[in-house]
């Protein structure tokens, strides 16, 4: 064998090897995207029956590379006697993350139509986005949020978006002077 013959073979070796490198990053987890999500919840009463809720979903983007944010929706669904009811199923409207249009003098035009291109979050960076809506006072709930965005890489090998997910309770408001853990007029932890 000569030596033009084993270059050739190393050389082929050689991209067999590297290409199932990449097809095992790739199965293993190369392209999966660092990034927390969680739900804050606050619940106030506004009226005998009603309570207002409001959900924030934060998102911390970790350190491997940019996402474009494409949806974040939450669920929020009425536990009666811990188990979902199906009946009382609602979406919170998520506020803030669709993109504002410019003006022609570089400002912000709140009313204008955009190009519907997604929001950008770079590694490191924290946002948070909000909903409200309007409850029963007398039921828990569990609120689910999830978030989709894209990375070009991603949707080339993947062929979908990357999804995150969390969830939390939302339990009913207390009346005032009512025992809670026990402690008289509400003195417990709650």
């Not at 249009?101 to 709140?110: D, I, M, N, R």
């Not at 979050?121 to 689910?144: C, F, N, Q, R």
């Not at 949707?155 to 309770?169: E, L």
Request: proline share 4%; aromatic share 8%.
């Amino acid at each position: 064998m000569s030596i033009q013959e084993v270059e050739s073979w190393m050389k082929v070796g050689g991209l067999i090897a590297g290409s199932l490198f990449f097809i095992w990053k790739l199965c293993t987890g190369w392209l999966i995207v660092n990034m927390g999500v969680c739900i804050r919840i606050q619940r106030q009463r506004r009226r005998d029956g009603i309570d207002d809720l409001t959900v924030t979903v934060a998102l911390e983007k970790g350190s491997t590379d940019s996402i474009w944010l494409r949806d974040v929706e939450v669920r929020m669904t009425a536990l009666e006697n811990g188990e979902l009811s199906d009946a009382c199923v609602r979406y919170v409207r998520i506020h803030g993350f669709d993109r504002v249009a410019e003006s022609s003098t570089q400002t912000v035009a709140w009313g204008a139509e955009t190009d519907g291109k997604p929001i950008a979050i770079s590694p490191g960076e924290k946002v948070e986005y909000s909903g409200h809506a309007v409850v029963s006072a007398e039921h828990p709930y569990l609120l689910e949020a999830v978030v989709l965005a894209d990375r070009p890489l991603f949707r080339v090998f993947m062929g979908r978006c990357i999804q995150w997910r969390a969830s939390a309770v939302s339990l009913p408001v207390p009346d005032a002077g009512k025992a809670i853990n026990g402690g008289p007029g509400g003195a417990g932890k709650h």
